[in-house]
């Protein structure tokens, strides 16, 4: 079957789905997007949404910032993201991407006055690392992350994007997995697209959202799951001798799940394997996206 997108409330063929050349945010950058995943539990025979009320609410925080309106309500959004997934009927593990943004028009950087589309569509997504089972080789990157004075680095702004690509394509080049950014005054940030946790005498550490990161919904879930597990969990600066210096390491996204790094910068990380924390919490987080945890159901939303 082929799939289908939904732009601005009609369905279109995926091959069709395409926008004008003028439009503001090719030029511009000037969206704001989600990544959401859907897992099949084939021995429930359903698809659920994790966490589908906070990404929209995210989602329309993050438009408040570009000046951005749509017609729906946010429930209504959320309605029309389940219907994509349901109307295109993918049996296995998806990954959503609503989008958006400022539309077509002529030449110059203000936006007001052109149309605020925006687009649903859904692709199939197993993993997002290929050694993520192997752990991850990551470097700490010649870029610094945006601050938030320049481009909001809190939500999924797309133009922000350019930031990630850029490290993401240095470190790929140069033979790691991944990268992980320092802020302009040189502490922990987050990776390209992953929230960092850091494990240490078997505390949890991870950077405050003043560092200069998303706030990852995927990294307050691994929080709640740490709670839950009475892991003392602690959100405070972290210096870049202390990746090196760490028990475990591991990076948390919507795309990239839960992932044990296991060097950086060619320094091995703890024993060199994932973590038993890590491993844990990764257990418990797909556990629970998958529907297998009912203390988590509120986080999930079923398709069909």
Same mark, same amino acid.
């Given at each position: ?185 040189? +502490? ?115 398709? +069909?």
């Amino acid at each position: 079957m082929s799939r289908k997108v939904m732009m601005n409330g009609a369905y279109v063929a995926w091959d069709h789905a395409t926008v004008h050349i003028s439009t503001h945010a090719l030029h511009y950058g000037t969206a704001v997007f989600e990544g959401i995943r859907a897992y099949y539990n084939d021995g429930k025979g359903q698809s659920f949404i994790v966490r589908l009320t906070e990404h929209v609410e995210r989602l329309y925080r993050n438009m408040r910032v570009l000046r951005l309106t749509l017609p729906l309500a946010k429930q209504e959004f959320a309605d029309a993201i389940i219907d994509v997934v349901r109307e295109n009927a993918l049996k296995e593990d998806v990954y959503i991407r609503p989008i958006v943004y400022w539309g077509a028009g002529t030449v110059g950087l203000y936006p007001c006055g052109r149309a605020n589309d925006y687009a649903i569509y859904v692709e199939p997504m197993g993993k997002y690392f290929d050694d993520i089972d192997a752990g991850l080789k990551v470097c700490v990157s010649s870029w610094a992350r945006v601050s938030d004075n320049a481009l909001p680095p809190t939500g999924k702004f797309a133009g922000a994007y350019v930031n990630s690509v850029l490290a993401k394509v240095e470190a790929v080049q140069d033979g790691y997995d991944e990268a992980i950014l320092l802020t302009k005054d040189g +502490f922990v940030s987050e990776g390209s697209g992953e929230n960092v946790f850091l494990v240490r005498n078997g505390t949890v550490l991870t950077p405050p959202v003043s560092d200069d990161i998303l706030e990852g919904i995927t990294r307050d879930a691994i929080i709640t799951l740490c709670a839950d597990r009475s892991y003392d969990v602690r959100e405070r600066r972290i210096g870049r001798t202390e990746l090196y210096a760490a028990d475990e390491l591991f990076f948390t996204g919507t795309a990239g799940e839960v992932a044990p790094i296991t060097s950086v910068d060619g320094i091995i990380i703890g024993d060199g394997g994932a973590g038993a924390i890590t491993q844990e919490l990764k257990e418990a987080y797909f556990n629970a996206a998958r529907g297998n945890d009912p203390r988590y159901t509120r986080w999930l939303t079923p398709v +069909f």
